[in-house]
């Protein structure tokens, strides 16, 4: 049985062909430092995502990790390569509420910007909060919200993009410990309802382990995939199991071997 989520989802507006797989072959792309000097930040990258996939992208600072994310949203463009993707929306590390606006206008924000009418954009944002936690929340300003409230506020404004690929850049890299690990659970289990094609870039390879079907590592600057982890493994998946110990220990062992190089 469709849930409200999926429902008000199948409402927004550009959702696309339903397609949601990303393919990158060759992907290579710069941009001007300081002085004008030019700065590799991505160099022959090639990685897919099927469609409904969470594929986690990890690497060093600086790897051109929300380069890629950038690229795939269609906020810059490839210098060179294969780049195909259906609409994509992009999540940034921060939440970027808007102060002055309530938790129910923030989150409407995205059928705002697409021209959906004031009291329809409400109606559907409204119904969201229930089924992510906040219900009672819809009138308080960001200010009064926790971290992981004002997180789920703004993935809530990403979902209602309608968008089929999300491109989530470190979402929960702010958050104590304890907020990151329930943003996590909360996050598995609002794509298991409603599925999209998820690229998650992320810091924290215990993280990418958890949440991914599949694990992409990229090298220093120029970034470069060089492992390719499939995970494989039933979810909800605990940090101390022994497979997910073993996987964290392979990415981190190729993040290592990469920086040697």
């Known amino acids: 049985m469709t849930t ?28 001007r430092g300081r002085g004008g000097a030019s700065v590799q930040a991505l160099a022959d990258v090639s990685l ?22 950038e690229l795939i949203c269609g906020l810059q463009s490839p210098d060179r390569g ?14 970027l509420l808007l102060p002055w606006l309530s938790a129910l206008d923030n989150a409407a924000l995205s059928l705002r910007v ?35 409230m004002r997180q789920r506020v703004a993935f809530m404004r990403t ?23 329930e943003m996590q659970e909360w996050l598995e289990g609002t794509l298991a ?3 999209r094609t998820v690229l998650l870039v992320t810091h924290d390879v215990e993280e990418a382990i958890v949440l991914a079907d599949r694990v ?11 492992e390719e982890l499939e995970i494989g493994l039933e979810r909800p998946r605990g940090r101390t199991d022994g497979e997910v110990v073993a996987l964290r220990e392979r990415a981190l062992q190729a993040l290592q071997i990469g920086r040697i190089r």
């Open 114 to 148: 697409a021209r959906v009418p004031r009291p329809e954009a409400r109606r559907r944002a409204a119904s969201l909060f229930g089924e992510l936690g906040l219900d009672g929340f819809q009138q308080a300003r960001p200010s009064e919200l926790s971290g992981g």
């Open 4 to 31: 409200e989520l999926q429902a008000r989802a199948e409402e927004s507006p550009a959702q696309g062909d339903g397609g949601g797989g990303i393919l990158l072959r060759g992907v290579a792309r710069a941009y």
């Open 82 to 95: 294969l780049l195909e993707s259906p609409p994509a929306v992009l999540m940034a590390q921060r939440d």
């Open 159 to 181: 979902l209602l993009s309608g968008k089929p690929v999300l491109c989530l850049d470190e979402p929960f890299g702010a958050l104590d410990a304890l907020t990151r690990a």
């Open 216 to 226: 992409i590592v990229l090298s220093p600057r120029p970034g470069r995939v060089i």
């Open 193 to 195: 309802r409603e599925p």
């Open 48 to 69: 897919q995502a099927e469609s409904g996939e969470l594929v986690a992208v990890v690497g060093p600072s600086g790897c051109g990790k929300s380069t890629l994310l």
